[in-house]
């Protein structure tokens, strides 16, 4: 379906503090977005947002009829069982499914034989993000919003989600500090600043570029306008 995602006039916070204001954005199926800004400029938000965990202050946010999202973010580690195993956790959104397809699929995951069946009470962080990410795809999501998934995540597991990021035919919005990976994984980019989101095309080091462009064009700008007003 498209677009996927579409916000009109949005504004969005916490009570009386506005973080985003007046944000219009649509994403198209096939569009991998990665969402920049400085600590604090409202990435999470954006992201929190459209995901219905926050509620926006005005503004809409529509989504396609059907449409299936997909939600990651660190506090998620947080929810799950620690008392319960991996193919547990699997069990309880896929009831219906056949526990050796479980296990395939928890085995795709790094978690095979009866790293599986034990509880994860002991798992590293990364183990724990890496089996949260996996619930979240088992669920097949049209639209993925992903907020610094790869924190935690080892070498092996970055780069198993770098690879399904790279063919995952729908659309996602990504919040990460790793360059690389933007560089792998986005085709557009996002910059939340001063409450607005400013639009950019390609990964990470060509909007960069663009980023530099932009400036030098706006700094010629100025000098050319103070140049007129001294000769008025």
């Known amino acids: 379906p498209n677009p996927l995602l579409v916000l009109e006039g ?8 506005k973080v985003l204001d007046g944000i219009d954005f649509s994403l198209q199926s096939g569009e991998r977005y990665g969402l920049l800004g400085i600590n604090g400029a409202g990435k999470s938000t954006f992201i929190k947002t459209i995901a219905g965990t926050l509620a926006p202050l005005a503004g809409t946010v529509t989504f396609n009829k059907g449409l299936a999202v997909g939600y990651f973010a ?27 397809d479980l296990r ?6 790094n978690f095979p034989g009866d790293m599986a069946l034990g509880p994860i009470a002991n798992f590293s ?17 049209h639209l993925l919003l992903l907020d610094e998934p790869t924190n935690h995540l080892d070498l092996e597991a970055r780069n198993w989600l770098e690879g399904y ?12 500090h790793d360059r690389y990976f933007l ?30 462009e932009r400036k030098t064009q706006l700094e010629a700008a100025y000098r050319n306008q103070q140049i007129g007003r001294a000769h008025v």
């Open 10 to 17: 949005l504004s969005a916070g916490y009570g009386e503090r």
């Open 165 to 176: 990021l790279t063919s995952y035919p729908f659309g996602y919005i990504l919040i990460s």
């Open 104 to 109: 395939n699929f928890l085995g795709m995951f």
């Open 74 to 100: 660190q506090h998620q580690l947080e929810m799950l069982d620690d008392a319960a195993s991996p193919l547990l956790h699997l069990q309880r959104i896929a009831p219906a499914a056949r526990e050796q």
């Open 183 to 212: 560089d792998i994984t986005v085709e557009r980019t996002v910059e939340v600043w001063n409450k607005k989101v400013w639009f950019y095309s390609g990964n990470y080091e060509k909007y960069l570029n663009q980023k530099t």
């Open 125 to 141: 962080g990364g183990e724990k993000a890496r089996l949260a990410l996996e619930l979240l795809v088992w669920q097949r999501p």
